[in-house]
């Protein structure tokens, strides 16, 4: 599948075989949302002054998600959203996005509201499918390569000395559903909705890129493990207050600490940044939550409550279960 | 993983947990072959005046190759070479590309092996790894996002009546290597070695692309399946002369026709195309094997032999079997 050249928005032709019957049902499908699917490879076009940010991201069936936890609408939207969540902690505006869909035989009849997610997706954030690959397999793999650009792309390395910790939104929704779902209840619908429907902050992003982030990275470990990676990256030590932790509704800072798939934002800023102006603009809470100091010791990320160090485990590995 | 982009050959410091050990231990395997992994995403400048080529392939066990069959840094260079072959039919240079690894538990001892194989690939043709994720799985699922630039990619629709049609290589191997194998026997030599070791043929592409190319793909499903593909593209009529095709040592015409994962490249081009300069120059066969009409009926792809029309069956479709 590709974007095709100087049409961009009609499909090149496709030969024969079953493969591309799919392919021209999920051009249908995606209409709009995808441009020009079928050659060897997609053109793209970085806008004159930016840069390309490239990032790729895969949610397996039985690792990142259960089925029967999710509608096949919902898989296929907070895979694409998992992936496209990585161009807004840069800071840069989709270009396009290539899927891979690797399809058990039980998966066959679901792939059009599956790709409906992905479409759905897709459109929320004005990214294009561009281009993809299909196999068959034994577990759902759902891979997304998402190309954005920036003139100036943020990275987790750049946090300094005496900066300030913001986080966007409110937190502990996706962790919650998690437990729900895992001890086989029903989750209450605000956190199953963050966890089935995360969403790209990508307009965020940019915006907190141009008011002078020095470091972001996007909440998909969970915020304690993600500081550890940001503070890791930038040689410093975060200090997050989990009094001032933004909370859904229902749920508690420890828990909402550790709370995976969130795709919100984490940034540090040396300047004070306008929370009220991000609300307005966004109707999303931006909330400053800590500081970064100089690294002392091993301890990279300090988590505080009442004015005293706490502990908490850390968050979500799939290699270590 | 990303290409950190300030200091391009330094890795980002990694955070904790078995994951990121093991993008350590990638990094290191690679060297000079990967660049900068460790933040959201990577960041890539497009020469200027170039376009920017993107495409994604997956390779899955079982469906793509038999661990029996290949060692497992075959298994990892092949799967990458497939993925690169898509920016040689474009014509196109590699700037990098993304790795999804999609590990079982019986493919962790294996994993540096296979890393090996992507890690020679990606020196062969010189195209970074710089970014990527990786996973649990119940298969192995190798997804690479190649991306490349070209100042005029070559597109599979551009083919003219009146074109001579080009392949680059000796055919037949990959085909008479999995015939052998499928059925219990040791493949000929070379044959196994064009199977285990497909050459993704940039440089060639690139100056097939300079030399006038109207049209170009990569032989992966096989001669007559992407004649057909470009035939469609184009809306033209494809003849094929089997008594012209460039035969790998001990393979027949007929199967030659109809045997995938090649990754040499078909195309066509108006002006005569110098054979000789071209074999000079990379140590490569090229053949004319027939030309471009109008396209007349249903036929989009006519095969020949001894001046009559032949039929054969088509390549190889993963989804019908």
Redesign the interface.
């Known amino acids: 599948m590709?974007r095709?050249?100087h049409t961009p928005q009609r499909h090149?032709?496709?030969?024969?075989?079953?493969?591309f019957d799919?392919i021209r049902d999920l051009a249908r499908r995606w209409g709009r949302a995808a441009r020009g699917l079928?050659?060897?490879?997609?053109?793209?076009?970085?806008p004159p002054g930016q840069?390309?940010?490239?990032?790729?991201?895969?949610s397996?069936e039985?690792?990142?998600f259960r089925r029967r936890w999710l509608t096949s609408g919902e898989i296929g939207y907070r895979s694409a959203m998992a992936a496209l969540s990585?161009?807004a902690?840069?800071g840069?505006r989709p270009l396009?996005m290539?899927v891979?869909l690797?399809l058990p035989l039980e998966w066959m009849q679901d792939v059009g509201p599956l790709a409906d997610g992905i479409g759905e997706a897709a459109r929320d954030v004005a990214c294009p499918v561009?281009?993809?690959?299909?196999?068959?397999?034994?577990?759902l793999?759902c891979?997304f390569?998402?190309?954005?650009s920036s003139a100036r792309?943020v990275?987790?390395?750049g946090a300094k000395e005496g900066d300030t910790v913001y986080v966007t939104g409110h937190l502990g929704g996706p962790g919650a559903a998690l437990r729900g779902l895992s001890a086989g209840k029903d989750p209450a619908p605000l956190a199953r909705d963050r966890f089935a429907r995360p969403v790209a902050r990508i307009r965020e992003g940019s915006w907190i890129a141009e008011h002078g982030a020095n470091a972001m990275?996007?909440l998909s470990d969970g915020l304690v493990?993600d500081a550890?990676?940001m503070a890791?990256?930038s040689?410093v030590r975060l200090t997050i207050d989990l009094d001032r932790l933004p909370l859904l509704q229902g749920c508690a800072a420890r828990d909402a600490a550790r709370s995976g798939e969130e795709y919100e934002l984490l940034f540090t800023a040396a300047a004070d940044v306008d929370a009220n102006e991000f609300t307005r603009t966004f109707g999303l809470a931006l909330t400053a939550i800590g500081h970064v100091d100089a690294l002392v010791g091993e301890d990279r990320v300090v988590l505080t409550s009442h004015g005293k160090r706490v502990d908490l485990e850390?968050g979500y590995?799939?290699?270590?279960r």
């Not at 590995?317 to 270590?320: C, E, Q, T, Y």
């Open positions: 590709r095709q050249h090149t032709a496709l030969g024969s075989g079953s493969e799919m079928g050659d060897d490879a997609a053109i793209l076009e970085t840069q390309l940010v490239v990032s790729t991201d895969t397996v039985e690792v990142h990585d161009l902690a840069m840069a396009g290539t891979v690797a561009i281009g993809g690959d299909l196999s068959r397999s034994e577990k793999h891979t390569t998402v190309l954005g792309p990275l987790r390395s990275i996007d493990s550890e990676h890791a990256a040689g850390k590995d799939h290699f270590s």
